[in-house]
């Protein structure tokens, strides 16, 4: 059984597939302060709860965009599981090209969802990811990276809305059922929802003018379904892409693993 572990800003997202079948999956708070014994005993929590012991899993792989997190995670794997695991990152085989004028800068969630996403839907793709950051990754019809677009999450502009105005509440972020709010709570839902939605459809139809072809546009993140149901411009949430990814990578890298 593979483990897989992508490191977000702010969730971590693990799962374990039986062959290309994704057998179970998880969501938990990212937390930097977590030692690897911690985040060892709650994913033994979360195996015990599934009935997965960690004895069934033969490999391992981890894409992070939290530096301090991956050598913690690393020696929690080595611990509690005995394996090595792959950590996605410079040297990796990804089967892709990256169109990148320093491929070391690109995150490596971003190259995890662009080989997902071109593995399953083909190209031309854009793959936008709303999570703490809106990114958006262009894959050309033959899988290459061609580059993208990075912009504040939604989370991180409703948090500093609150901030930084004094009369201002932290709101949930909720879909209004009208434009026109006759309450600061709705007004400040409607200005945020929708303002995204109207981002990231003005970002894709521009990036499409550019590109000059029509492009599948697949969209991942924890709250990527919120904002499909008001946009235009994408034609399906993937909530699992970014784990299809990683064992796609873990699938073209199996040299490489080893155990501990």
């Known amino acids: ?47 015990h709860f599934q009935g997965i012991r960690m004895e069934d ?25 005995r394996l090595h695991p792959l950590v996605v990152g410079p040297g990796i085989k990804t089967g892709i090209k990256l169109k990148y004028e320093n491929p070391r800068e690109i995150g490596a969630d971003r190259i995890v969802n662009t080989v997902g996403a071109f593995e399953q839907y083909g190209g031309p793709l854009i793959v936008v990811d709303i999570g703490t950051a809106t990114t958006f990754d262009i894959v050309a019809d033959n899988g290459d990276y061609l580059g993208g677009v990075i912009a504040p999450g939604i989370g991180i502009s409703s948090e500093a809305l609150f901030q930084r105005a004094a009369q201002l509440p932290r709101v949930a972020l909720v879909t209004p059922r009208s434009i026109i709010c006759r309450n600061t709570i709705n007004a400040m839902q409607a200005g945020v929802i929708f303002g995204f939605v109207g981002q990231i459809d003005e970002i894709v139809r521009r990036i499409k003018a550019e590109m000059k072809q029509e492009m599948k546009v697949i969209a991942t993140g924890g709250l990527a379904q919120m904002i499909f149901k008001e946009s235009k411009t994408i034609d399906k949430v993937d909530t699992f892409l970014t784990l299809t990814g990683l064992r796609v990578l873990y699938e073209r890298n199996l040299p490489e693993t080893k155990q501990a």
């Not at 033969?58 to 509690?80: F, G, H, N, Q, T």
């Open 57 to 81: 899993i033969d490999a391992i792989i981890i894409s992070s965009v939290v530096p301090p997190l991956v050598v913690p995670m690393v020696k929690m794997c080595e611990r509690y599981f």
């Open 1 to 47: 059984m593979l483990f897989v572990v992508d490191i977000g800003n702010s969730n971590i997202v693990l799962g374990t597939y039986e062959g290309k079948k994704l057998h179970c999956h998880w969501r938990i708070s990212t937390d930097r302060q977590k030692t690897g014994d911690e985040y060892g005993m709650l994913i033994n929590n979360l195996f």
